[in-house]
């Protein structure tokens, strides 16, 4: 078992390590095993507090995640959460009570679980899959890699199940779920990045400097695929610029719909001004937000769209949520802790494609007689 494996390594040198279960059934399933396991080197085991002593100077505690005070207190080198998608609130958790602990021993967490659905499990993995985040990683194993399983058995599983179900329990997927803003979003990532392209395409950018990224996203307004998308952050001014006359080189653009909010204004009349780009203020509204969001949304419902198969894109897509404000209106953001800047950019470039005439910017020259 990967948990195990994980847990006892640290132990036998001697280090603390904690393990972290949704429930007090999950928890004594695993610590019956670990006393087994253990057994060899326990110098003393507390049945009553869930903690193993033993002669390397390990220690190995369990904790259940029904009470957001687990470990706290604690100081640890390692820490287990086993089926984190069961974990309620399993953000404020991490946050609140098991990253503390890694602290002073710089210690690391693992966070093993089958997907069920966006919730916080979904989240850390977004962290893993994003290059930007270092400090993370993750892995996904199917069913099928699992030596000890008879491939017959997954075959008959895909036979027999429902195909949400399948996808999910044997090919650790993560599911979209019922309620989110964007629907049939995996249907619609079959594109490819493309290194350039011919005829011209409108740009949809999101702008940050620090703390959220800056993205340009790209789309064909004829056959409205997204050809490329550029993400990056911690870069100023003059170099996204930079970024974004490198990009148009490879992609010439009939229009650029970038957002004027925040630092958005001085950069667009910047390019308006000094490089000639045909850059379009959009003014960022509750209201103006949720047409374009709106506007994607049915899109991707359509059918209409095709965009690049980019794990950061379609865990925002997935991710993308709604509230409903006191005066009636939506207001459409990330969860807390997440970023929506691909998908604010995607939307800007969809709404240019499908509101503004595919027309070829007049290029000057000298006219040609017969």
């Known amino acids: 078992m990967l948990g195990t494996d994980l847990a006892v390594d640290p132990v036998l040198d001697g280090l603390p390590v904690a393990w972290f279960a949704p429930t007090y059934k999950m928890m004594l399933e695993v610590w019956n095993e670990m006393t087994r396991t253990l057994a060899p080197i326990t110098e003393r085991a507390n049945a009553q ?167 340009f996203a790209v789309m064909d307004p004829n056959t409205k695929r997204m050809v490329a998308m550029d993400r990056f952050n911690q870069i100023d001014y003059g170099l996204q610029v930079a970024r974004l006359k490198a990009l148009t080189k490879r992609f010439p653009p009939s229009a650029i719909i970038a957002e004027e909010n925040s630092i958005g204004g001085p950069i667009i009349e910047r390019l308006q001004r000094d490089e000639a780009l045909p850059v379009q203020a959009f003014k960022t509204t509750n209201a103006t937000k949720a047409a374009i969001i709106e506007g994607l949304a049915v899109a991707f419902e359509q059918g209409e769209i095709e965009i690049i198969d980019d794990p950061i894109l379609t865990g925002e897509l997935m991710a993308y949520d709604q509230e409903r404000l006191p005066s009636g209106l939506i207001r459409y953001s990330a969860p807390e802790g997440q970023h929506d800047d691909c998908v604010v950019a995607l939307a800007l470039a969809w709404y240019g494609a499908t509101s503004i005439p595919a027309v070829v910017p007049f290029v000057q020259g000298r006219a040609r007689g017969w």
């Open 49 to 215: 507090d869930r903690r193993i002593d033993t002669i390397t100077g390990g220690v190995f505690e369990m904790w259940t995640l029904d009470s957001q005070d687990a470990g706290r207190g604690r100081k640890y080198a390692r820490a287990i959460v086993d089926e984190a998608a069961m974990v309620k609130n399993l953000m404020p958790a991490w946050n609140a009570s098991i990253r503390p602990t890694l602290t002073d021993l710089k210690g690391d967490a693992w966070f093993l679980s089958t997907p069920k659905g966006r919730n916080g499990f979904w989240q850390l993995y977004q962290l893993g899959v994003d290059p930007h985040e270092p400090e993370w990683a993750c892995w996904r194993m199917p069913t099928v890699t699992n030596p000890y399983i008879d491939p017959q058995e997954v075959e008959a599983a895909k036979r027999m199940l429902p195909e949400r179900i399948y996808q999910q329990e044997y090919e650790a997927a993560f599911i979209e779920d019922s309620g989110g803003v964007f629907r049939r979003i995996m249907e619609a990532a079959r594109g490819a990045a493309q290194e350039h392209g011919e005829g011209y395409y409108i740009y949809g950018i999101d702008w940050a400097r620090y703390q959220d990224f800056t993205v």
